[in-house]
Nanobody, 125 residues
Framework: QVQLVESGGGLVQAGGSLRLSCVAS?????????MGWFRQAPGKDREFVAA????????NYADSVKGRFTISRDNAKNTQYLQMGSLKPEETAVYYC?????????????????WGQGTQVTVSS
């Protein structure tokens, strides 16, 4: 079965850090998938946070998180990560893991074939 399972969410104070993990089972080698993180706050659209390419590990970030968040992957563990620092209350959201086989597009929700169930991140003020 194809599945992406996020973990690591929780409640943190503003300025704190969290590391999210996403363990993937995709039916094909994990290394061939571009991976991404999106988030969706209550009443808002799902927005792009970060992506890491399948081909060379190049990373891309939303402007709002550059310098604070780091996306990474461990292909041997079929896992991608999002290290989040200096968290802000407005970043409270459900964070989703996404995957796209041989993906060259990475910014839009529609660029990804597979999605996890999400993990809640709550940042208190």
């Amino acid at each position: 079965q194809v599945q992406l399972v996020e973990s690591g969410g929780g409640l943190v104070q503003a300025g704190g850090s969290l590391r999210l993990s996403c363990v993937a089972s995709l039916g094909r080698p994990f290394s061939r998938f571009t991976m991404g993180w999106f988030r969706q706050a209550p009443g808002k659209d799902r927005e792009f946070v970060a992506a890491i390419m399948w081909s060379d590990g190049t990373t891309n970030y939303a402007d709002s998180v550059k310098g604070r968040f780091t996306i990474s992957r461990d292909n041997a563990k079929n896992t991608q990560y999002l290290q989040m620092g200096s968290l802000k209350p407005e970043e409270t959201a459900v964070y989703y893991c996404a995957a796209n086989l041989y993906g060259s597009r990475w910014y839009r929700r529609g660029d990804y074939e597979y999605w996890g169930q999400g993990t809640q991140v709550t940042v208190s003020s």
